[in-house]
Nanobody
Framework: QVQLVESGGGLVQSGGSLRLSCAASGSTLGIDAMAWYRQVPGKQRELVASITPGGSTKYADSVKGRFTISRGNAKNTVYLQMNSLKPEDTAVYYC???????????WGQGTQVTVSS
């Protein structure tokens, strides 16, 4: 099993920046892609950004040019640098680890990001 712990959320003013971190522990050797999702009450969880083992990235249109996803050297850590934050970025942000061979996804507990106008 993979355990994920997010950190770095908080309250920031519009236009500000935050950096989220997600650290994986447990059976991390099987982790392939990692991703960040976000969810607001009453809405479905949505993909924010993802990164493949080879380093290819994908972003939601709403965050392109403002957010950057990256992985640490050990590849069991993933970051989300969020710049030019907007009030509509307010959400709980979740980290996901994908294990392709086991067809298993693991989720963190989430970290709250609040952007004030």
């Amino acid at each position: 099993q993979v355990q994920l712990v997010e950190s770095g959320g908080g309250l920031v003013q519009s236009g500000g920046s935050l950096r989220l971190s997600c650290a994986a522990s447990g059976s991390t050797l099987g982790i392939d892609a990692m991703a960040w999702y976000r969810q607001v009450p009453g809405k479905q969880r949505e993909l924010v950004a993802s990164i493949t083992p080879g380093g290819s990235t994908k972003y939601a249109d709403s965050v392109k040019g403002r957010f950057t996803i990256s992985r640490g050297n050990a590849k069991n850590t993933v970051y989300l640098q969020m710049n030019s934050l907007k009030p509509e970025d307010t959400a709980v942000y979740y980290c996901k680890a994908e294990e392709f061979i086991l067809a298993r996804d693991s989720w963190g507990q989430g970290t709250q990001v609040t952007v004030s106008s």
